[in-house]
């Protein structure tokens, strides 16, 4: 048996006539990167938050590293280690970068403590510096946030995920926006972060994540369509058919 | 696609778009900086002004009282986002708590300052709990009916508030010391009620300005930023709300209890007129800072006092300049001397360290 850290099966959601969501399973091993893809509409984002527990799925179960968390509330389930990054960017706007991600540095070991002030606390500042530094935003430390460039802000919103030490991070198309430059580097900034930490990561640029996944689901209308490595996926005509035409 | 989210300044207020070039030039790289402790230092010199310049006594102190009840609740107007209006609640059941501990009790003013506060911690624990169920606008008409529905109690308690009387002869409190005892009669020995309340004014700003330092107070301007981020990072976002909302609150009652012990009387006073007041004077100091609603409430006493000296409607005046200086400077007059040090100099100093 592999050792699997995300277990979803049969989840299933409809919004009115939409089924947004339809009988979709995903296994992901502790390690892997795992990639989501589909047309616009598909499921993806929704898929994100029936795991996530912003949405609760009207069938299914979510067992993350061997507990049910389906139906619990988006903040207990970031404290059990799933992180989630925006497909629209979501962080702290009039915060300086450093205080947007020790927010989220300090929530492991220091969230209500209210009797000393969080510069005085070393662990945190330095957990915050490191993630900076990874991430590459140090040198705009002080900066506040809403001046970022938008590639800078997507980048911010996945250091908030990451700084509070997931073990699953999931990134909704983490490079929307960007420049191939900065599309670029992001890749790479994932493929790194993936040798410790478990992704699954949404994504509208195929091609990107072709050489970085371990796995990709192919969404469609709600529906699993294919599931497999890169190559496999690459080369299959249902695939190819829903990405040229953009239906079946 | 991305929303673009740059069309507020550093301190929370919001900027109309095509913002000026004033404005323009603030929320441009760096923001302003930020005093912490030092705001201490600040309004220990602002009580050193008061004390010295303002002739009348009561008016001094009651300077101190109302900047310390503004300072509290911009916790959760400026830090929190969450605009009470029925900041009056606590302060003036806070009054009765004190005023009735020092009738029927005992007058050490410790346990009646204490009642005040413990009390109001209570109270502002239930009321919280209900308000916070609502955000937004919403939330500040459950906290103004609650305050409605507080004043009406007072009104129809008659055995235990004195209804439209109100509690009047409160005993002069004593206070206890290591070695001494002092009467904190301030009528007659005004100078020695204005230091005590010195005293505990400021101990009580310095423990804000712990809280808005601390991680919880950060979390708490996080929340007020974006919530759903703030879950995001795996927080509880009503709980530090109203821990907020208690804190605010007893600080309120706090600072209610000082004020019955300086008329020795507690009455009924418009409860939408004080809550509104307060407000008024965090606006007008800047939500941006805990010092800022203190210069607030200094500035609204000094207008009222001077204006109603010459006009009896003075009150129409105190609500014009509200209205020109929310309109001129939504940063408030703290946030207005902030942004007119000289900046450049400023980044300098920054970037060398
Ligand atoms: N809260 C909601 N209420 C109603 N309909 C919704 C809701 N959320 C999603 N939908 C609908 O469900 C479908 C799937 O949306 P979803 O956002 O999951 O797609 P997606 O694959 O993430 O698309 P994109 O690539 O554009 O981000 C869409 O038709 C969308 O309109
Ligand atoms: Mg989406």
């Known amino acids: 048996m592999t050792d699997l850290i995300l277990r979803a099966e049969n989840l299933d959601r409809s919004f009115g006539g939409i089924h947004a969501v339809n009988d979709v399973s995903l296994e992901i091993p502790r390690g892997t990167l795992h990639a989501i893809i589909g047309p616009n509409g598909s499921g993806k984002t929704t898929l994100f938050n029936l795991i996530t527990g912003h949405t609760h799925p009207s069938s299914g179960r979510v067992e993350f590293d061997g507990q049910d968390i389906t139906g619990m509330a988006y903040a207990k389930v970031a404290r059990k280690g799933l992180a989630k990054s925006y497909q629209i960017t979501t962080v702290f706007p009039l915060l300086t970068v450093f205080e947007n991600v020790r927010i989220a540095a300090q929530a492991a070991a220091h969230s209500y403590v209210f009797w000393r002030p969080a510069d005085g606390i070393k662990a945190v500042t330095r957990a915050t510096e490191e993630v900076l530094e990874r991430i590459g935003l140090a040198a705009d430390r002080d900066v506040i946030a809403s001046n970022l460039s ?15 030490s997931p073990r699953l991070l999931l990134l909704d198309e983490p490079t929307a926006g960007m420049s191939p430059t900065e599309t670029a580097a992001t890749v790479e900034l994932v493929r790194e972060l993936n040798r410790d930490v478990t992704i699954l990561m949404i994504e509208h ?14 969404l469609h209308q709600g529906k699993k369509l294919f599931e497999g490595a890169p190559a496999e996926v690459k080369s299959h005509p249902l695939v190819q058919e829903v990405y040229l035409t953009g239906s079946l | 696609m991305t929303e673009v989210t740059a069309a507020n300044a550093p301190d929370g207020t919001p900027t109309r778009g095509g913002a000026s070039a004033v404005t323009v030039a603030r929320v441009r790289g760096r923001g302003p900086a930020r005093w912490t402790w030092g705001q201490l230092g ?20 009651g300077m101190l009282i109302y900047g310390l009840w503004a300072s509290g609740l911009n916790l959760l107007v400026g830090y929190g986002g969450l605009v009470s209006f029925g900041h009056a609640l606590p302060f003036m059941w806070g009054g009765y708590a004190a005023g009735l501990v020092l009738l029927n009790v005992t007058t050490s003013v410790w346990l009646a300052l204490f009642m005040a506060a413990a009390s109001m911690a209570l109270l502002s624990l239930v009321v919280g709990a209900v308000c916070l169920r609502r955000t937004e606008v919403y939330f500040s008409m459950l906290t103004l009916a609650f305050a ?30 290591p070695g001494t005892t002092l009467e904190l009669n301030s009528l007659r020995d005004p100078l020695t009620f204005f230091l005590f309340t010195a005293v505990v004014v400021l101990v009580t700003f310095a423990a804000l300005i712990l809280y808005t330092e601390s991680p919880m107070g950060r979390v708490l301007q996080a929340i007020r930023e974006n919530e759903e981020r703030a879950r995001g990072c795996g927080y509880n976002t009503r709980l530090v709300q109203l821990v907020t909302f208690v804190v605010a609150g007893t600080v309120a009652g706090l600072a209610g209890g000082l004020f019955a012990m300086l008329n020795n009387f507690v009455g009924l006073q418009p409860y939408w007129l004080l809550s509104g007041g307060v407000l008024i004077m965090v606006i007008l100091g800047g939500r941006s800072s805990l010092f800022g609603p203190f210069l607030g409430a ?20 105190v609500g014009a300049i509200f209205v ?13 001397v902030i942004s007119a040090r000289p900046r450049r100099l400023l980044s300098k100093v920054r970037r060398r360290r």
């Open chain 1, 150 to 164: 938008h590639g800078d802000q997507r980048r911010l919103d996945l250091a908030i995920a990451l700084a509070t």
């Open chain 1, 205 to 218: 640029k195929m091609d990107v994540i072709f050489d970085i996944a371990t796995t990709i689901t192919v």
């Open chain 2, 42 to 61: 600040l309004l220990v010199v602002l009580a050193t002004v008061v004390l010295f310049t303002v002739p009348n006594p009561s008016l001094a102190i």
């Open chain 2, 148 to 177: 409605q529905l507080g004043f009406f109690i007072a009104l129809q308690w008659d055995s235990v508030t004195g209804g439209d009387d109100g509690l009047a002869g409160i005993p002069v409190p004593t206070l206890w010391l």
């Open chain 2, 298 to 317: 200094v500035v609204y006493l000094l207008l009222e006092t001077t204006l109603s000296q010459y006009y009896a409607s003075w009150q129409l005046f």
């Open chain 2, 324 to 336: 020109v200086c929310v309109l001129a400077f939504p940063q408030g007059l703290w946030g207005l």
